[in-house]
């Protein structure tokens, strides 16, 4: 039963995908220029602030090591917190016609968060202890993270097209509510990412940060 539903379920994914792949080229292509940008930035900013972010990052390393017990719970709602917010703005954003700059422009920004974050951990850790670091901290949460924001970007980019194409009111009805209960679907996803960041890549990175 477990196996026919989801075999059913990655199904209906690859069928979703296949209908959109040009839209998801599109939002992915967005997110990869997001995620250069970000490179980009760490590499040419001036001493002085690669300064200040090496001090934030070793002020991190140094208290995750010396932290012994991890408010789990608080880290789990602040997760939860920020995913559910990021997924209800840009589920707002792609309902209207006028904001799917907007969807885009966030999806650029999270490419250029993560991008940021590679370089600096690369930059300041080297390149061996630099990519092991992203791969533990980054790589569970982001297998999740990033096809769901990227799923809600397609959403919300298709619903845009509909309205464009179909003035019918009872028409453009429906597809905002498929783009609200896709919407919701991939909030529940963001929450699982939430649930992985917090007790499977923290107790990752908790049990081996001694070696960076």
Not at 154 to 161: A, D, R
Request: with cysteine.
């Amino acid at each position: 039963m477990k196996k026919n539903k989801r075999a059913k379920s990655l199904e209906m994914i690859k069928e979703h995908v296949s209908n959109n792949k040009k839209e998801y080229i599109l939002v992915s292509l967005l997110f990869i220029i997001g995620i250069f940008l970000g490179v980009l930035f760490i590499n040419h900013v001036q001493e002085d602030q690669k300064t200040e972010i090496t001090g934030y990052f070793n002020t991190f390393i140094e208290k995750m090591k010396n932290t012994q017990d991890l408010d789990y719970m608080e880290l789990l709602k602040a997760s939860i917190g920020q995913n559910i917010l990021l997924a209800i703005v840009l589920w707002f954003f792609g309902t209207t016609v006028i904001g799917i700059p907007v969807v885009f422009g966030l999806v650029i920004y999270r490419g250029f968060c993560l991008g940021y974050t590679i370089a600096v951990c690369v930059t300041i850790m080297g390149l061996p202890q630099g990519i092991w670091f992203v791969l533990i901290l980054l790589l569970l949460q982001n297998i999740l993270w990033i096809p769901a924001i990227l799923a809600l970007a397609v959403s919300g980019f298709k619903l845009y097209k509909s309205i464009i194409k179909d003035r019918n009111k009872e028409n453009v009805k429906i597809e905002v509510i498929r783009h609200t209960v896709f919407s919701f679907i991939m909030i529940l996803v963001l929450v699982m990412s939430s649930v992985i960041e917090t007790f499977l890549s923290t107790n990752i990175l908790k049990g081996l940060i001694k070696y960076f």
